[in-house]
């Protein structure tokens, strides 16, 4: 959860490995190849985790059914686009990125998936000032638990703020006009 990001899980994603109100990242490495001016081609792997608060958050809106999420994720997109994107302000978007996560219910692990299609909005000084995760298809648990996850995750404050954050550390590295 995180991803990277302007990007959502470029957001969300593309942080230094510490500790944001929402997620953990986990085996990142979307910032190193984002910052990378020569890298036009942006494919890395990424994961997060959900920090305490938001897990005690998504088990009280899952009535107990999930106590945790641990997610990776591969994460395309080319440079050129997020950068056109970017100076032609507003949002933000990168396609669907397929996500792979452990859901803890029962104390037992459950595969899912799901796909991201971030959306990060940024305002006229060039900030990133919301974020939207864009989750939808997220397969491998019944309904309606589906979609009670899928609408916990895409409504978090906590889970926005970090892609917001995640988002205003990588545009100062972005090539101006």
């Given at each position: 959860?995180?991803?990277?990001?302007l990007f959502i899980i470029l957001c969300c994603l593309a942080l230094p490995a510490?500790?944001?109100?929402?997620?953990?990242?986990?085996?990142?490495?979307?910032?190193?190849?984002?910052?990378?001016?020569?890298?036009?081609?942006?494919?890395?792997?990424?994961?997060?985790?959900?920090?305490?608060?938001?897990?005690?958050?998504?088990?009280?809106?899952?009535?107990?059914?999930?106590?945790?999420?641990?997610?990776?994720?591969?994460?395309?997109?080319?440079?050129?686009?997020?950068?056109?994107?970017?100076?032609?302000?507003?949002?933000?978007?990168?396609?669907?990125?397929?996500?792979?996560?452990?859901?803890?219910?029962?104390?037992?692990?459950?595969?899912?998936?799901?796909?991201?299609?971030?959306?990060?909005?940024?305002?006229?000084?060039?900030?990133?000032?919301?974020?939207?995760?864009?989750?939808?298809?997220?397969?491998?648990?019944?309904?309606?638990?589906?979609?009670?996850?899928?609408?916990?995750?895409?409504?978090?404050?906590?889970?926005?703020?970090?892609?917001?954050?995640?988002?205003?550390?990588?545009l100062p590295n972005l090539p101006r006009k």
């Open positions: 959860m995180k991803l990277s990001v510490l500790s944001r109100a929402g997620v953990v990242l986990e085996g990142d490495a979307c910032r190193q190849v984002f910052d990378n001016p020569k890298a036009e081609q942006i494919a890395c792997q990424t994961g997060f985790r959900l920090d305490p608060v938001t897990r005690s958050r998504l088990e009280s809106n899952s009535f107990g059914f999930v106590s945790d999420l641990a997610c990776s994720a591969v994460i395309t997109a080319k440079r050129s686009e997020v950068v056109a994107r970017l100076h032609a302000k507003g949002d933000v978007a990168l396609p669907p990125q397929e996500v792979r996560c452990n859901l803890v219910s029962g104390g037992d692990p459950v595969p899912v998936r799901f796909h991201l299609a971030p959306v990060v909005r940024i305002d006229a000084s060039g900030r990133a000032v919301d974020a939207r995760l864009g989750i939808r298809d997220l397969t491998g648990i019944p309904e309606p638990l589906a979609t009670a996850v899928a609408e916990f995750l895409n409504s978090d404050p906590g889970l926005r703020r970090s892609i917001v954050s995640a988002a205003n550390e990588i």
